[in-house]
């Protein structure tokens, strides 16, 4: 809970620790990413179904192609930042205690950041990788 | 923080029922929120009928003629009866509403439930304690700021650049705004919320205020203004018909502007 309560006068409370300097940083990359999944997420899914008819082979000669493998990679990265990011704008909305907030958004910051170096470490290695 | 259900303190019980008059012609029913701290106890919902033809036709001239005429007890905010002063705004009929303004027959359910502006401490009956909302509001210092000396007469604004306020300035801060969104329920203490941060705009847009930057960085904040998720709950209730979250998105456009 925040360390301004009880029995400050109104107008100290409102101002309480004063602006924390940031937060647009994290809206506008949200935004950012956000519009930068439609392309991607719509292209994710017709390869998706494109890749579906094809064997191991044909899938990982796909992979191989520089501009497949580095759009799932940049699916991959701005997938878990925008969850990363959405996560911790509902953990800070609806988690009860300061010390949960703080837990909640590390334990996510972190599951989030393993998320993205195994997805990318898996596409190079797939893309590398002779059959 | 978020809450879904009331306390148990807070939970409303059923009140008194005052009957409709004797030959009444048009009975309408209101179901009203009754709560006095000083006596403790769960608040309770009082039901009066009165006949609608007694009363004018807003739900103000309701709660008058039931105070006048049935329930001196009933307490609620009231002055200028014409929707520009704020103060008889309340939970009308499930949203947020100036009772002067709010016509009775305009109400959706048969029955017209009366409450007090949601999330807010109740200091009798329909009056909310509306403390901490001044207190946001005298915090982003809503007056003209400037370094420049004063001129010897009024610091002149083009026609143009007056054009911008319209949509802000008349704002009359009955919080009808703040009170309705879910955001400012669940983080009151950090988020300044709508009718605060259409403030802001205002007077970051003023052509006249030289504190722009200065009010600017007191928002940069992920509370003070990005607690806003465009829910849109203050633009459809605002009964003077402004949209605080379009403010909103301008000031969040200008923080965009200054960092990219």
């Known amino acids: ?131 | 923080m978020a809450e879904f259900v009331l306390p148990k303190g807070s939970r409303p019980v059923r009140g008194k029922e005052h009957p409709a008059p004797e030959g009444v012609k048009n009975p309408r029913r209101f179901r009203i929120y009754r709560h006095d701290p000083d006596q403790g106890g769960n608040p309770r919902i009082d039901t009066y009928t009165i006949d609608e033809k007694d009363a004018g036709p807003m739900v103000l001239d309701a709660l008058i003629h039931i105070k006048n005429t049935i329930d001196p007890t009933l307490t609620f905010r009231r002055s200028c009866r014409e929707g520009i002063c704020g103060s008889c705004a309340m939970a009308i009929d499930g949203t947020n509403a100036l009772a002067c303004i709010k016509e009775t027959k305009s109400c959706r359910n048969g029955v017209v439930a009366v409450y007090p502006l949601p999330h807010r401490p109740v200091v009798k009956d329909l009056v909310p304690d509306l403390t901490a909302l001044y207190a946001q509001y005298a915090a982003i210092q809503p007056w003209l700021k400037t370094q420049t000396p004063a001129p010897s007469r009024e610091r002149k604004q083009p026609p143009e650049e007056r054009a911008k306020l319209d949509g802000l300035y008349e704002c009359i801060l009955c919080f009808s705004c703040s009170t309705s969104c879910p955001s400012y329920w669940w983080n009151e203490e950090k988020f300044f919320g709508p009718a605060t941060l259409l403030q802001a705009c205002r007077w970051i847009l003023d052509s006249r205020d030289e504190a722009a930057p200065e009010r600017l960085d007191q928002l940069e904040d992920p509370f003070r203004l990005y607690r806003c998720h465009t829910i849109l709950n203050c633009t459809s209730v605002c009964p003077k018909g402004l949209n605080p979250a379009r403010a909103i998105a301008e000031i969040k456009k200008m923080m965009v502007e200054r960092l990219a």
């Open chain 1, 1 to 131: 809970m925040s360390a301004i309560r009880g029995k400050y006068a109104p107008v100290r409370r409102a101002l309480g620790l004063g602006a924390a300097q940031g937060g647009t940083h994290h809206w506008w990359t949200a935004k950012l990413t956000a519009i930068a999944l439609i392309p991607l997420g719509l292209w994710l899914v017709a390869s998706v179904i494109h890749l579906a008819a094809l064997d191991r082979a044909g899938v990982l000669e796909w992979l191989r192609q520089p501009a497949h493998g580095a759009g799932l990679i940049l699916f991959l990265l701005f997938g878990f930042h925008h969850s990363a990011a959405g996560l911790q704008t509902i953990m800070e909305d609806y988690l009860p205690t300061h010390a949960q907030k703080l837990a909640g958004i590390l334990v996510s910051t972190l599951l989030h950041l393993a998320g993205a170096a195994f997805g990318v470490y898996a596409v190079i290695v797939a893309a590398l990788r002779v059959v």
